[in-house]
């Protein structure tokens, strides 16, 4: 539950070099049953609150760790609508096949 605490942690990681394995990710845990619970908690928290970063950042890490690529998708094309100058997110995007957000373009006087 201490979300933002690890966003920070899996982004320091993944800026210094490649992040987990599922198999890795896994060794951090008693049982599969209760990662599913956590990664479950987070989807949850994700979903009630689209517009803070950090969840939608880590619940993306986690569905490419656990190969969950549409959930991850939809995390990391929320994740950078949110932090669009973020390279960590970008590189996580660009690796998952998410398109960058489109630019806002700015209208032409008449």
Do not use: C
């Not at 198999?23 to 994700?46: C, F």
């Amino acid at each position: 539950g201490k979300y933002k605490e690890a966003a920070a942690a899996v982004h320091a990681l993944l800026a210094s070099g490649p992040g987990w394995d599922y198999t890795t990710l896994m060794s951090l845990y008693p049982d599969v049953a209760t990662y599913q619970n956590q990664l479950a908690g987070l989807e949850k928290a994700a979903a009630a609150n689209p517009d803070d970063a950090s969840l939608q950042f880590l619940l993306a890490y986690h569905a490419i760790t656990s190969g969950q690529a549409d959930l991850a998708r939809n995390a990391l094309a929320a994740a950078q609508k949110l932090l669009p100058t973020d390279t960590v997110t970008a590189q996580l995007a660009e690796a998952a096949g998410v398109e960058p957000p489109k630019a806002a373009v700015a209208a032409e006087p008449p």
